[in-house]
């Protein structure tokens, strides 16, 4: 299958993702990861290869650098500052910043002054209060909360600013205003709400209405209203959507975010890091290349021609026929689409419907109501 991927697929990257590690000391129970027991870690020159990628990439704005995993920080701290040598060219030239996505139970005085000195932003994940934190424990079964806790004094301590991705479940799906209070004492810039998902290695069945959905977003958008101490990542997108619709200056050629992800040993996947590790011979496991033997730029040139690429972009066009949120949201991730479905060539998901659709809709809802 050969589908010109320029249409809906972009391929210039303004993000890669890089898993330092596969090991993760938690054990959490919606976890997509295959490999987190595993202790298997990126050498040099895998972020030699990802660099020199950056630099031959015909791009002005910078590239993210988002530091993944695995736990990040399961990496011995000496040999994750020698994966950070072959950007610092770049970083000095504005062409790259460092991102950091952690549980935090690791985070130390140490880990803090080196995130200061190669100017990395930090997000961490932390789902509330002690209660929402049911499902993250330790590889032993511990919860994991008061260690992440820990992290995050370390962090306000030390004057970082971080941002947080909290999972919502069907045990904390109706308990809105419990987490916004949570979230405006805790001191984050921004959280971004993920509706557990069916995918990778989470199994479960999240048993969540679209109903309880749309009332979660709506108590949101009322919170906000009332002055609600941090930004909502699925709020501000849609109101950054809005403000750009009133302008009549949408862009005519919008395209998918291509998401380069550099698994450990430079094996490279596109649209979804959580295709990274996931087997699939039928797909040839998603590995598009790999940056020890070839560049990203050169790589993304030729990513029309993998099937899951191809179906994925067909799906895109789909969409843009068909569904009337499309403007906004873009077109589901292709995760969502492979692990619900096995296929990319699939319109909607219930990502589509929870954290696209469902969004819209509270937000209508809540402007018809205060209407007069």
């Keep these: 299958m050969r589908v010109d991927t320029d249409r809906r697929v972009g391929r210039k990257f303004s993000m890669v993702v890089l898993q330092p590690t596969t090991r993760c000391s ?53 040999r994750f500052e020698r994966l950070l040598v072959p950007f610092e060219p770049l970083r000095a030239a504005g062409r790259v910043r460092h991102s950091v996505q952690t549980n935090a139970g690791l985070i130390s005085t140490e880990w803090c002054e080196l995130f200061s000195r190669h100017g990395f932003s930090i997000g961490v994940s932390v789902d509330g209060p002690e209660w929402a934190n049911a499902h993250r424990r330790d590889a032993g ?6 260690r992440a806790m820990r992290g995050l004094d370390t962090l306000k301590r030390h004057g970082l ?32 709400f993920n509706i557990e998902e069916f995918e990778g290695a989470n199994r479960r069945e999240p048993v969540i209405t679209r109903a309880a959905v749309e009332q979660f977003w709506a108590s949101l958008f009322r919170r906000r209203a009332q002055g609600m101490e941090f930004r909502v990542r699925e709020i501000e997108r849609l109101l950054s959507y809005l ?79 068909t569904c009337e949120f499309y403007d906004f949201c873009g077109g589901a991730q292709a995760g969502n689409r492979y692990f619900e479905h096995g296929t990319f ?28």
Excluded at 38 to 45: A, D, K, N, S, V
Excluded at 141 to 146: K, L, N
Excluded at 364 to 370: A, F, L
């Design 26 to 78: 938690w054990n959490c129970d919606y976890c997509y990861l295959t490999t987190r027991d595993q202790r298997l870690e990126m050498t040099p020159g895998v972020a030699d290869g990802v660099a020199r990628g950056i630099e031959a990439q015909d791009r002005a704005d910078p590239v993210t650098v988002v530091w993944h995993g695995g736990e990040p920080l399961s990496l011995r701290r000496e």
């Design 141 to 146: 079964g511990r919860p994991a909360f008061h």
């Design 161 to 192: 600013r971080f941002t947080v991705i909290a999972v919502v479940t069907a045990e904390t799906i109706g308990r809105a205003d419990e987490l916004v209070d949570f979230f405006n004492d805790l001191g984050a810039d921004r959280v971004g």
């Design 243 to 321: 403000r750009v619709a009133r302008t009549g200056r949408m862009p005519s050629n919008r395209k998918y975010e291509p998401i380069p992800t550099v698994a450990w040993n430079g094996d490279t996947v596109l649209l979804s890091p959580e295709l990274a590790g996931i087997q699939d011979e039928a797909y040839d496991n998603f590995v598009i290349g790999n940056v020890a033997r070839e560049l990203l730029p050169a790589m993304l040139a030729q990513a029309h021609d993998r099937r899951y690429v191809a179906e994925f972009e067909s799906a895109l066009s789909a969409c843009a026929a």
């Design 345 to 372: 060539d699939i319109a909607e998901t219930t990502y589509c419907v929870n954290t696209q659709q469902a969004l819209v809709t509270a937000l209508h809802s809540t402007v018809s109501k205060e209407s007069p």
